[in-house]
């Protein structure tokens, strides 16, 4: 978590520092106007700016994800960067319509405009760019309404995961407007300096971006045929197993990675964790999913056997890969899904292990938990089931207990995020160093 507020950080200062190297947010002497106008500049510019790198992370560039600690985390800082833009093109807005409106209310007297500079003595691009102004603050200011009613949507978790999807093909567009709006309305100054040359760069990255979005070419190279070759079905667990049988191309994946899966092309693609380790010669894939929404919650009446399916991937970076001498796995209902297929891999290449498997589950399946214990024995892992209404909730002073070399460990965890973070503030309050402690936040949007 940290890396990813640290580059939120790092993104913005660079905006901000880029802006301050040729401009000044107070100037001399002090206006209302004369800040408006200043405003107006760095507001935009960190706000177009914030879109455009979010606009590039949703391009899911696999080169990114070592840096920041998996696909999960780069969802995340996309996350936060469209808020920011939110919040900051709001700023924007309403110093520039606001500002407006109290003329228009009698609060505010506009100062006379000083002399225009005559068209003569402009540049072709700059007399160009001056002659748009009106056009793009116009088709600005609808794209902005737009864009902020799609923003708002998509932090509504109740949103339907299709329309979710159908909502960032069209900040994709509202995007596009936005930046033909930013192009002509940067003070042209800028064009000449960094900030300029940053604001360029981003500008047709994310235009780039947004129309391989409109496009449909996103993990376009990443994604591979298969067919839907076995089904079964847990009802008191409300989960679904599915095994995908691949055509040749998938390059192969580490355990506790994910894939997007394509069942309907009009609902899109949805994440999954990879329930199973993978075997070239099998070429298969094994999804574990619970019923949890309104896509998952109708996959089992939808699924069929010989049904074709689109895969992409794999991305994450929940790989079990550390320096630690034991690992502590913590797995919160279908949450379990990373450490069955890493299990499995143990298993196959016959390695030995010193790891604690803690599965915390609302509903005791039998069967489910049999194949657990079966796939744990395989691996050489100490599996403790914790059954809530029976045994109550893992905290991290049970762990503690249950492992008292804790200290040497990294833990692993994959379930609920306030469990997690509950999980990881008790043990890194008592010694844990952070980052020993690595977490799933599969929370796609």
């Not at 405003?39 to 080169?63: D, E």
């Not at 070419?217 to 989960?239: C, F, Q, S």
């Not at 008592?430 to 690595?438: C, D, M, V």
């Amino acid at each position: 978590m940290n890396r990813i507020k640290y580059a939120l950080a790092v993104i913005l200062a660079a905006l901000a520092a880029a802006w301050l190297l040729a401009d000044n947010l107070f100037p001399q002497p002090l206006t209302y106007f004369r800040f408006r106008t200043v405003f107006m500049q760095l507001s935009g510019i960190i706000a177009i700016g914030a879109m455009s790198v979010a606009m590039l992370l949703a391009l899911r560039p696999k080169w990114l994800e070592p840096h920041l600690d998996g696909l999960d985390k780069l969802y995340r800082l996309h996350k936060w960067l469209g808020i920011t833009a939110l919040v900051t093109s709001v700023l924007h807005w309403w110093v520039g319509q606001g500002t407006k409106w109290m003329v228009g209310w009698g609060w505010l007297v506009r100062p006379p405009r000083g002399p225009r500079p005559d068209p003569a003595t402009l540049g072709l691009v700059e007399g160009f760019l001056r002659s748009q102004r009106g056009l793009a603050e116009q088709v600005g200011l609808w794209a902005f309404y737009a864009a902020a009613l799609l923003m708002v949507l998509t932090l509504v978790k109740r949103f339907p995961y299709h329309l979710f999807r159908q909502t960032h093909k069209w900040l994709a567009l509202a995007y596009l407007v936005l930046a033909w709006h930013a192009l002509v309305l940067v003070k042209f100054e800028y064009w000449r300096q960094p900030v300029g040359w940053l604001v360029a760069v981003l500008l047709v990255g994310g235009s780039t971006a947004a129309v391989l979005a409109l496009a449909g070419r996103i993990g376009a190279r990443r994604k591979v045929a298969g067919v839907v070759d076995g089904l079964e079905w847990h009802p008191a667990l409300r989960v679904l197993e599915s095994r995908i049988r691949l055509q040749p191309g998938w390059p192969g994946h580490a355990a506790g990675q994910f894939a997007f899966a394509t069942s309907d092309p009009r609902e899109g693609a949805h994440p999954y964790t990879i329930a199973s380790a993978w075997d070239p010669l099998e070429q298969r894939l094994t999804f574990i999913t619970k019923a949890l929404g309104d896509h998952t919650g109708r996959l089992r009446e939808r699924l069929k056997v010989g049904m074709p399916v689109m895969v992409e991937g794999p991305y994450g970076c929940f790989d079990f890969g550390d320096t630690q001498p034991r690992q502590i796995w913590i797995g919160a209902g279908i949450g379990i899904t990373p450490f069955v297929a890493r299990m499995k891999q143990l298993a196959a290449e016959g390695g030995s292990a010193d790891i604690d498997l803690f599965h915390s589950t609302a509903v005791f399946e039998p069967a489910v938990i049999e194949k657990l214990r079966t796939d744990a024995r395989a691996a050489g892992v100490r599996l403790h089931v914790l059954v809530d209404e029976r045994d109550g909730r893992l905290d991290g002073e049970r762990l503690r207990a249950a492992v008292p070399q804790w200290r040497e460990a990294s833990v692993w965890f994959c379930g609920p995020a306030a469990f997690g973070q509950a999980v990881r503030k008790d043990l890194l309050a008592n010694g844990l160093p952070a980052r020993q402690f690595h977490q799933e936040l599969f929370q796609m949007r």
